[in-house]
């Protein structure tokens, strides 16, 4: 048997590897000009906590989640989402005690089995963030004002910011009676998980992609035009807030995201560029007042987002070559005479963050001087019997071709001086 990655599971490497590294960096930086700290969750979970937040009647949970007994017989999953986790370690640390309002961001991998495609993987990285404690709009203006400043700063031009209301236990309740009423009406039309949808949360029908199921549920009532004062008022500050930070936006009337946990503000950031094809949601999340109740801690509102960096990275491939790293010098050893002072002169210039690369495999010379030339080094330095007879090291810069020597008494320091210019 030919070893193989599991389909929908991939490895990331070289210059992907270095964009990848692009994107949480910048992550980490505009996660700290806005206050978060970081929160690193296990991967592996008991099935309860997703079925318990996620919810029976989502896909992700119906029929998507890497579940398994592990040895004692306990059922765990591999996480599909990072919220349901975030929650739990909230409330397992008590970490809403020493703060009215709590941050979190994380990083990581997430796991789903759906049918894979460009931009949709069976594991798949998420950036994302959790807020805690705080009910007004104003928190989800600052969760949807990190989002677009994340993806500005990726350069990802082509988006529009999606809004929603999804209504709160007051309005949500009779609406979902109407919605069920309509729906049982239509029951022998609809599809399969449509039907497991009516019963456990009718409003997510409206994420169903089959176009049979899409056309039927055109006419029917929206929950936006169902939400109660409150929620209205909620909605009205979250637009308010939009508008003052210059943010556009459009009200889709049919989001209703595909998580059950989610009360009032709704919003997804969706590529409006070519490259992603029908995944084209970039980052997406919203308002989860009574998850953290829901898992046994005090009522306590909530809101939070989630990105997918393999479609981010999608978006960016032409960043890459900008981040091929190019060899500040690289050292020509002809022969192994002059190991002693080759050596741990580039241990010392790395340990000054310069970038040296050397032979590992005794190449001749001609062939060490072809990779320099290959990875773009800006200088090569050669070191060999007669540089170490002559007392004097050849230093040659590659982009004018020029060669000077420089001799050994001094040529850590002339090199530091070099690199530091
Ligand atoms: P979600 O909409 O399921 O929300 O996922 C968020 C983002 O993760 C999507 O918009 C997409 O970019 C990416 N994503 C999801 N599934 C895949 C996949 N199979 N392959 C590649 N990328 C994918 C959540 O996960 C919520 N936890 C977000 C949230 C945080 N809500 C509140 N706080």
Not at 78 to 93: C, D, F, I, K, W
Not at 100 to 129: N, T
Not at 371 to 382: E, G, H, P, T
């Amino acid at each position: 048997m030919k070893l193989q990655s599991i389909r929908g599971m991939n490895d990331i490497f070289e210059l992907e590897a270095r964009l990848w590294g692009k994107i949480e960096s910048i992550s980490r930086k505009v996660f700290a000009a806005h206050g978060y700290t970081e929160i690193r969750t296990p991967i592996v979970e008991n099935t309860q906590l997703f079925q318990r937040s996620v919810g029976e009647s989502s896909d992700i949970v119906a029929k998507e989640m890497y579940s398994f007994s592990d040895r004692n017989g306990d059922s765990l999953s591999l996480r599909p989402e990072g919220t349901a986790s975030v929650v739990r370690a909230y409330l397992q640390h008590s970490l809403m005690q020493d703060k009215a309002v709590q941050k979190f961001f994380y990083l990581g991998p997430m796991f789903r089995h759906e049918r894979p495609q460009k931009g949709r993987y069976r594991q798949f990285y998420q950036l994302g963030v959790e807020v805690f404690g705080a009910a007004e709009a104003l928190a989800d203006v600052e969760v949807i004002q990190i989002q677009d400043a994340l993806l500005k700063a990726f350069g990802i031009e082509e988006r529009e910011l999606h809004i929603s209301s999804l209504g709160c236990s007051v309005c949500r309740p009779p609406y979902n009676a109407k919605l069920k009423q309509e729906l049982d009406k239509i029951s022998d039309k609809i599809c399969e998980d449509c039907l497991r949808r009516k019963e456990k949360n009718p409003l997510r029908v409206f994420d169903c992609k089959n176009p049979n199921c899409q056309e039927l549920y055109k006419g029917l009532p929206k929950m936006m035009d169902a939400i109660c004062g409150d929620c209205q008022e909620h909605f009205a500050d979250l637009k308010k807030g939009l508008d003052a930070l210059g943010i556009r936006y459009k009200i889709d009337t049919s989001l209703v995201r595909g998580l059950d946990y989610y009360n009032r503000s709704a919003f997804e950031f969706v590529s409006t560029g070519e490259v992603l094809g029908a995944q084209a949601t970039l980052s997406a999340g919203g308002r989860y007042d009574t998850l953290v109740e829901n898992l046994g801690g005090k009522p306590t509102p909530a809101v939070g987002f989630a990105a997918g960096i393999e479609r981010l990275a999608l978006l960016m491939q032409e960043q890459k070559d900008s981040l091929q790293l190019r060899p500040d010098i690289y050292f020509v050893l002809p022969d192994d005479s002059a190991w002693e002072i080759a050596l741990p002169l580039a241990a010392i210039l790395r340990e000054h963050g310069h970038y040296i690369e050397t032979d590992l495999q005794k190449k001749k010379m001609k062939q060490q001087m072809k990779r320099a030339n290959k990875l773009a080094a800006r200088f090569v330095l050669i070191l060999g019997e007669s540089e170490r007879e002559s007392a004097k090291a050849i230093l040659k810069n590659m982009e004018d071709g020029q060669q000077r020597e420089i001799s050994l008494d001094s040529l850590e320091q002339d090199l530091l001086n070099l690199l530091s210019n």
